[in-house]
């Protein structure tokens, strides 16, 4: 696992470099676009770059998951990013710029990714939402994933009650499977009808 470049008909899905630390910021110092984020709103090149080191120059270092940039063949410049969690959840994120909104550009990078993952043998993926954001949700549907549960969690670093939705695509045969690990850690946990 080691983020190989993909391409798709309108992008390029690479590595993050330290050149892009400008493109990370204009991607999350957006407070509308960071409201479903785990963490704050960038708002200097300083964090940006930090969040770059910390986030993506480790990942590569320790190729566990993937991290991809979104591009747009026309400039290869990052308008957004797409990953997959090296750790057991195998935890599909995304984040795209607002001006890029609706325009089907996460789901075709992520449909990228989850081809990857599925050709390296990673056994299954798992994606969370947000009640409050039912587009995300939308995107783990298109992509072939199912609801599993949703569960309530005291989110860190915000400090904010949330209900997530758990989404899950298995990829290995294993039909019946579904990843537990946040079913059994948060006592408020339910299946939703009609999800």
């Known amino acids: 696992m080691n983020t190989p470049e993909l391409m798709t008909n309108r992008l ?49 270092r320790r190729k566990e998951g993937y991290g991809y940039a979104i591009c747009l063949k026309e400039d290869n410049v990052p308008i957004g990013y797409v990953g997959v969690d090296g750790g057991e959840s195998h935890d599909l994120g995304y984040g795209l710029r607002r001006d890029f909104w609706h325009r089907g550009i996460v789901t075709e990078a992520a449909r990228a990714v989850v081809e990857r993952v599925r050709a390296d ?37 915000k400090n904010i009650r949330v209900t997530f939705r758990l989404y899950q695509l298995n990829m290995d045969g294993e039909q019946d499977r579904v990843y537990r690990a946040y079913w059994e850690t948060y006592p408020e946990h339910f299946i939703e009808e009609g999800v």
């Not at 984020?37 to 590569?60: H, I, Q, S, V």
């Open 12 to 60: 390029i899905l690479r590595r993050f470099t330290p050149g892009d630390v400008p493109a990370l910021l204009a991607i999350h110092a957006d407070e509308q676009v960071n409201t479903f984020l785990p963490w704050f709103p960038l708002k200097t090149m300083e964090e940006a770059d930090a969040f770059y080191k910390e986030r993506y120059e480790a990942l590569y």
């Open 121 to 157: 043998g990673m056994p299954y993926l798992t994606a969370t939402h947000d009640v409050n954001n039912p587009r995300s949700g939308a995107v783990m549907k298109r992509l072939g994933m199912r609801y599993a549960y949703s569960y309530v969690e005291q989110w860190q670093p």
